[in-house]
């Protein structure tokens, strides 16, 4: 039991806002360590997990990639874009962008979009593009909430839409599982199937909250562009 003080570690780092590597990197340490392993051991264990997962490192390669795209103009490139298309508004953009996202997971893409190379550097500046298109500069507050909206559509859109591709993680461990578990013989296509009406529902769901997105930001922003006046003419 005493090894999972290992799990208290991560429970008060993440309560205490620390830095989650340090934090994962600490109770890992600790849990070796309560469980009797030396510290050579210990060294050894994550340097196999870091071999064995070296798809984690990638954002070695992408971050300075995506520098560079940025340095030289990618974002502004991305709003001359949006603007080419009139009427698609924020809402509708960041709702294809669900739709494409989901789509691609289903198929097993799950890294061709992603927060890094898509979300940040593309889809960020085409959302707060089709804002400003509109409503001009756009304050702090409705900025992050456009660039929330935006980390929320690919988010959903992977979680919902690689469960309907029977070769992933998740739909191979629950068959692997159940199968050997409970002695059933349970097919990772019957579980992929199954997950299309929830991909679905998913992207009515989000899609509606991303289409409502627009009311919001128009609503928020006649409110701020209201207010001043008012002031001004109480002032007068």
């Known amino acids: 039991m005493i090894v999972l003080l290992g799990v208290l570690v991560v429970v008060l780092g993440f309560a205490t806002k620390r830095n989650p590597l340090l934090v994962v990197g600490v109770a890992g340490i600790a849990t070796g360590l309560l ?22 490192t990638i954002f070695a390669i992408t ?41 691609g997971a289903a198929v097993g893409l799950t890294n061709v979009f992603g927060h890094a190379q898509t979300v940040r550097p593309l889809a960020v500046p085409m959302a707060e593009g089709a804002a400003e298109r509109k409503y001009g500069a756009l304050p702090d507050r409705t900025r992050e909430k456009v660039r929330s909206f935006s980390a929320s559509a690919d988010n959903i859109g992977l979680f919902f839409g690689e469960d309907v591709f029977l070769a992933v993680g998740s739909i191979l461990l629950i068959t692997g599982f159940v199968n050997t578990t409970y002695g059933t013989h349970l097919e990772p296509l019957h579980l992929a199937l199954w997950a299309i009406p929830t991909a679905v529902c998913a992207f009515v769901v989000h899609g509606w909250r991303l289409l409502r997105l627009d009311r919001q930001l128009e609503r928020d922003l006649l409110t701020a562009d209201v207010q001043p006046s008012a002031a001004v003419e109480a002032a007068q």
């Open 35 to 56: 469980g009797g392993l030396s510290p050579g051991k210990v060294l050894a264990a994550f340097g196999e997990g870091f071999a064995g997962s070296r798809a984690v």
């Open 63 to 103: 971050l300075p990639v995506i520098g560079l795209l940025e340095r030289y103009g990618l974002q502004e490139q991305a709003r001359n874009l949006i603007a080419r298309f009139g009427r698609l508004t924020t809402g509708r953009f960041l709702a294809l962008y669900l739709g494409l996202r989901q789509l």
